[in-house]
């Protein structure tokens, strides 16, 4: 085995769902402090894949790395901060008890949970909205807290669905700046979407169809290796080079 | 600790949703009140036509309570027919001919029996009648109330952890959850302990209602009484979140209802079966319901003690064992490890 450097890593997995294959062969290879954009359609396989990698689903064939473990391990599930497309939220309790209920999952002190509340929430700009009820929320704030909760025990790696489904401009540049921010710090963040200018803003893109990776690499050299102006063009080209 | 964090969690969902927790304590007790005026009423007095009949015949009837209408041919054809009264009574020489309305089976008994009680003779020897367990006059509430209360509390704790680990299922809170350290085991002991709490709650207030309240009679001890409640409502919680790990949405909780409830109610004790076939009979042995309702019967009703329901108590400790087991490694359909 060589020298592992890489903080994730996707080694020839596959997914069936039954007889139905939603993922094929995928090798991915993340280095530690970047942020990996999967770009793809819906229903092409993004959630799956990051699924995987969270631990939560295991690949029918092939392995997956995260800090050079394999996973799944319940142990290393601390080191992941996991955002759904859904928002995971208890809509009975107020933005506080879910934040406090989840930081307690992760064997947070009191003391420390209290700080780290404050922070997220300052973060995601919420703070004047704690002790409300979940269920008064709008889809927006749903979002933010969501990602508030992912950010709570401070993981080293990152792991977002669509993160900024349903948040305006202002806010999303609020929060691709923290997800920077992190990034420098040293945390890896895998961020997933299908809104194209996001995608610019990442460290390496990788685009998937139909549960196939079709093409890694900084958002620049795939735009160059296919000769277009925009990601757009480039999604295009290799989606008609794949048929 | 994780597994209080997730029973923690559920309380506070249960504080703040006050209408579930009052519906939860309130409906099982409204439903046990409304069948206690149900069934405790006083015994049924028939009414009876007459349109010939010895006097001393119709005195005795009286004399039993009977509502005694006198008629003749044609109008008494007339009040059975638009259901005034129960039967009529025709004396042709000496041999009395009654014919019923026919519609209630109980009320048909009734006029036979109060009919032969007033042909019998007078001079007869009355015997002298003892109870071993109940009492004379023990009203049909009292024979059945225990199983109602064991069944109420399975059935309201049942819908309760169904639903609601459901909407964790549903809404991705289990995913969310399955996405942090926790242990299978913490997510499905965090969720019994929490509801247990509650539902320990609930079924000491229902059993203690039925008791002091609607006046089931009672002659064994309390304590017991609560620990079958409670045994109830831990393998109805657990029996909720297996069943909902299956179902994919609230109608198919339901119809698991149809499935795993009905059927119970059957063989647990409502209905005599002593008249089934033995196989059928021995359907029951394999429900938690009949194990429940014989054993508090057994506790109330006769007021037995530890030796005579130390075995109900030790089968529902396995079912309820057996099913938190089940529940665990069922999880693992949403996560492997």
Redesign the interface.
């Given at each position: 085995m060589k020298l592992n450097s890489s903080c994730i890593k996707v080694e020839h997995a596959n997914k069936c769902f039954g007889k139905n294959q939603v993922l094929f062969d995928i090798n991915l290879d993340i280095p530690y402090s970047q942020i990996l954009c999967l770009l793809g359609p819906s229903g092409s396989g993004k959630t799956t894949l990051i699924k995987l990698i969270a631990g939560i689903d295991v690949p029918t064939s092939g392995e997956v790395y995260l800090l050079d473990e394999k996973m799944p391990k319940l142990s290393m599930m601390s080191k992941i901060g996991y955002m759904a497309q859904a928002d995971a939220l208890y809509g009975a309790l107020t933005a506080e008890e879910n934040l406090r209920f989840f930081a307690s999952l992760y064997n947070i002190s009191k003391v420390k949970q209290k700080q780290r509340i404050y922070e997220v929430m300052e973060l995601v700009n919420l703070s004047n909205d704690l002790k409300k009820q979940v269920k008064q929320y709008s889809g927006g704030m749903k979002r933010r807290l969501s990602l508030a909760i992912a950010l709570i025990h401070e993981p080293p790696i990152l792991i977002l669905d669509e993160p900024t489904v349903g948040i305006d401009p202002l806010l999303r540049k609020t929060i691709w700046d923290e997800l920077y921010k992190s990034r420098d710090a040293g945390t890896t963040i895998i961020v997933t979407t299908h809104v194209m200018d996001e995608v610019e803003k990442c460290d390496e893109l990788g685009m998937i169809r139909e549960g196939k990776l079709i093409a890694i690499g900084s958002p620049n050299d795939i735009k160059r290796a296919t000769s277009s102006n925009t990601i757009e063009e480039a999604f295009l080209y290799y989606g008609g080079a794949s048929q | 600790m994780?597994m209080r964090?997730v029973m923690?969690?559920i309380l506070?969902?249960l504080k703040?949703?006050k209408r579930t927790m009052v519906l939860m304590i309130f409906a099982p007790i409204l439903v046990l009140t409304m069948m206690s005026f149900i069934f405790n009423g006083s015994d049924y007095h028939p009414k009876i036509g007459i349109i010939n009949a010895p006097m001393s015949f119709v005195n005795k009837l009286e004399d039993s309570d009977a509502k005694v209408i006198r008629y003749d041919e044609n109008t008494s054809y007339e009040a059975l027919k638009r259901s005034k009264i129960d039967a009529m009574i025709n004396f042709k020489s000496g041999i009395p001919q009654i014919e019923l309305e026919g519609s209630d089976p109980a009320k048909n008994n009734a006029v036979l029996v109060l009919v032969q009680k007033a042909m019998q003779q007078t001079t007869q020897i009355v015997p002298e009648i003892t109870y071993l367990y109940g009492y004379e006059n023990m009203s049909s509430f009292d024979n059945f109330g225990p199983i109602l209360i064991g069944f109420f509390v399975f059935f309201f704790v049942f819908l309760i952890s169904a639903f609601s680990f459901l909407g964790e299922l549903t809404?991705?809170?289990l995913?969310?959850?399955?996405?942090?350290?926790?242990?299978r085991w913490e997510i499905i002991m965090g969720y019994i302990l929490g509801f247990g709490v509650f539902t320990i709650i609930q079924s000491a207030l229902i059993a203690w209602y039925s008791i002091h309240v609607l006046k089931i009679m009672m002659v064994g001890s309390f304590g017991f009484v609560l620990l079958i409640t409670i045994l109830t409502a831990l393998i109805a919680l657990s029996l909720g979140t297996l069943i909902s790990i299956f179902a994919d949405n609230e109608l198919q909780v339901i119809q698991f209802i149809q499935i795993i409830l009905v059927p119970q109610v059957f063989f647990s004790g409502l209905f005599d079966l002593s008249t089934m076939a033995p196989w059928l009979q021995a359907i029951g042995r394999f429900m938690p319901l009949w194990y429940i309702a014989d054993a508090l019967r057994n506790i109330m009703i006769r007021g037995k003690g530890w030796s005579d329901i130390a075995m109900n108590v030790l089968i529902l400790t396995i079912i309820c064992v057996f099913l938190v087991i089940a529940n665990i490694l069922t999880l693992k359909k949403?996560?492997?490890?």
């Open positions: - | 994780k964090a923690m969690r506070l969902q703040h949703d809404s991705g809170t995913e969310r959850l399955l996405s942090t350290p926790l242990h949403y996560r492997k490890i």
